[in-house]
């Protein structure tokens, strides 16, 4: 134990020493927290409109009103003619633009039907989709009420006998940087632990101490809980501090235990520093060990879930994510934070963590040879 000691104590001074792993340390998660987290933050509280009206008739008027009186949208102008809308959908100027043709209102009393158009600024999928489903549900409402009104029935009101009360649990305000900061802090986790851990131990071979260390009577397992121990302290030192940042500037509701988040981390920690070693075991440079780790880290992110949901992937992409530690930690970051998950429900994270933690912590040990 003596050994061990007098190793974690050479580490934590060579780090701190380390003027670019001090800024990493504290650094990152304060940039990561403030600034990724409202770079990947959807809002759709402001809709620009452009409405082009040829019309110009009372029907047209109360549609245009009809979206007027929506909280988020806003109507930018009215234009004459649809290449003006078009140009400001161009220059981002317009989210969608609303073209009522020439005629629709003697349309609507000669045939009972006219159309309308939509131009959406599908740029952003998701943006879109919203954008479209919000504004043609919009126009069905009106349309309902319009056949209602010119049949000479009551006005359309949905049957009474059914109600619907929406009640969205976990995330009652639909708040997205609620869903992101988790995600957000789980790449903090795993940048702290693959990148440092593997640059520290590369950087060792750069300046030649690696053969010093080589010929001591440090055991292989000493020199490996020396190595790892100090970067999983700072990774679940940097969780503790994101998470401090998400609650004070996000007011980030932590809704499970804290001893199960943390613990699950230290599981998931054993996973990525082991890779992270792995590769500082089969590289020379530090820019060798940065571009590895890039490649595994864009994958395993794209892959985990932050942005697209992994149940919307092909089916053989979710079975390649079963060997993706991020996508565990993606759930169980969510589910302890968000829903107060326990330990039995996050029971196969648990098991899968801890299966690929020793697979890597294993192929790591077996590559590093101790002797040069």
Do not use: C
């Amino acid at each position: 134990m003596k050994t061990i000691k007098y190793i974690l104590q050479k580490e934590f001074r060579q780090i701190f020493r380390n003027r670019t792993m001090l800024p990493m340390i504290f650094g990152v998660p304060l940039l990561q927290m403030l600034v990724l987290v409202f770079a990947a933050t959807f809002d759709m509280k402001k809709i620009d409109m452009v409405v082009v009206d040829k019309d110009l008739s009372e029907t047209s008027r109360e549609l245009i009103a009809k979206f007027d009186g929506i909280p988020f949208y806003h109507l930018e102008t009215a234009v004459p003619d649809a290449t003006f809308g078009e140009e400001m959908l161009l220059t981002d100027d317009a989210d969608v633009v609303l073209v009522i043709p020439p005629n629709m209102e003697k349309d609507l009393v000669r045939d009972d039907k006219a159309q309308i158009q939509l131009l959406v600024n599908a740029i952003d999928g998701n943006t879109a989709q919203l954008i479209f489903s919000y504004s043609s549900q919009i126009i069905g409402n009106f349309n309902k009420n319009l056949i209602a009104e010119w049949k000479g029935l009551p006005k359309f009101t949905p049957p009474t006998e059914v109600t619907i009360t929406e009640n969205y649990w976990y995330n009652s305000e639909l708040d997205y940087k609620w869903y992101m900061a988790p995600g957000i802090l789980a790449i903090l986790v795993t940048i702290i632990g693959m990148f440092m851990s593997g640059m520290n131990l590369v950087r060792e071979k750069e300046i030649g101490t690696i053969e010093q260390l080589n010929v001591t009577p440090v055991k292989k397992y000493q020199f490996i809980i020396g190595k790892l121990v100090p970067f999983w302290v700072i990774a679940l030192f940097d969780l503790a501090f994101g998470l401090f940042i998400a609650w004070l500037v996000f007011d980030l509701p932590i809704v499970g235990s804290l001893w199960l988040l943390f613990g699950l981390a230290s599981v998931y920690l054993i996973s990525v520093l082991g890779l992270g070693l792995f590769i500082s075991t089969v590289t020379d440079t530090q820019q060798q060990v940065m571009f590895i780790s890039f490649f595994f880290m864009m994958i395993f992110i794209l892959m985990g879930g932050i942005f697209t949901p992994v149940e919307s992937m092909p089916h053989w992409a979710q079975m390649l994510d079963r060997a993706n530690p991020i996508y565990y930690f993606m759930r169980i970051m969510r589910h302890v934070v968000l829903k107060g998950s326990g330990f039995f429900d996050l029971l196969q994270e648990f098991v899968s963590l801890l299966i690929l933690g020793t697979t890597f912590l294993s192929l790591a040990i077996w590559r590093y040879r101790k002797t040069s």
